[in-house]
């Protein structure tokens, strides 16, 4: 059974760019989270997808925006890429109502240059 | 607040010993707190996690204290092992409808052998 997929594994852009990352949820979970994790920080929420809505926001700027397709998958688009979107972006997905937390992926690793 | 607050930062423990990771929250709406290991290059992976109804809870080598008075709750990893080297990061689900979750800003532990 495969867990959370995310990719790209690694990605450089350049300031100004757009990029777009996609992650595909564990099976049998509905609902996916996205963060992003700065070198030696711990990871911080962006926001939630349910049901294709976004269901509730970090404090991110409106350059951060996300799609969930019917299949649960997701993506998470940032535009106008800032020399400090540079991070681990992280997906986790769970099953609503869940008591067990996230399933994690491996992140995707964004520098902007 | 919305802080979970983490320490000690870094942990160096010797192989067999105690390690002692402590988390502090303000906000009284957070009701699950897990603990995630997380190894570079790698997303986080739940560990054990916890209700604020309960004061602790054991799994193998790993235990959560949670003192709710205090608003205070710590991982015990014993026999610590130089497999257990990661960094850990504590957590608290702002509420059961959404499964935001708020994290620590981690502790990376180093098991000498």
């Known amino acids: 059974d495969a867990g959370v997929t995310q990719s790209p594994t690694h990605l450089i852009k350049t300031r100004g760019q757009q990029v777009t990352l996609r992650c595909s949820p564990k099976?049998?979970?509905?609902?996916v989270s996205w963060y992003q994790q700065a070198l030696g920080q711990g990871p911080q929420f962006i926001f939630q997808y349910y049901e294709e809505e976004e269901r509730q926001r970090g404090n991110f700027p409106d350059r951060f925006s996300g799609h969930q397709y019917p299949n649960y998958s997701s993506e998470l688009n940032v535009n106008a890429l800032l020399l400090g979107d540079s991070a681990l972006y992280l997906c986790a997905s769970s099953a609503s109502p869940s008591p067990y937390g996230y399933t994690f992926g491996s992140g995707t690793r964004l520098t902007v240059v | 607040q919305q802080q979970v607050k983490q320490s000690p930062q870094s942990l160096i423990v010797q192989k067999g010993g105690i390690s002692i990771i402590n988390c502090a929250y303000e906000n009284t709406a957070f009701d699950y707190f897990p603990w995630y290991q997380q190894f570079p290059g790698k997303g986080p992976a739940l560990l054990i996690a916890i209700r604020p109804d309960v004061s602790e809870k054991k799994e193998g080598r790993f235990t959560i204290s949670f003192n709710k008075s205090a608003k205070q709750f710590s991982l015990h990893i014993m026999d610590s092992q130089p497999g257990d080297s990661a960094t850990y990061f504590c957590?608290?689900?702002?509420?059961?409808?959404?499964?935001?979750?708020?994290f620590g800003t981690g502790t990376r532990l180093k098991v000498l052998a």
């Open positions: 099976s049998g979970h509905d609902t």
């Open positions: 957590a608290a689900r702002l509420d059961s409808g959404t499964y935001k979750y708020i």
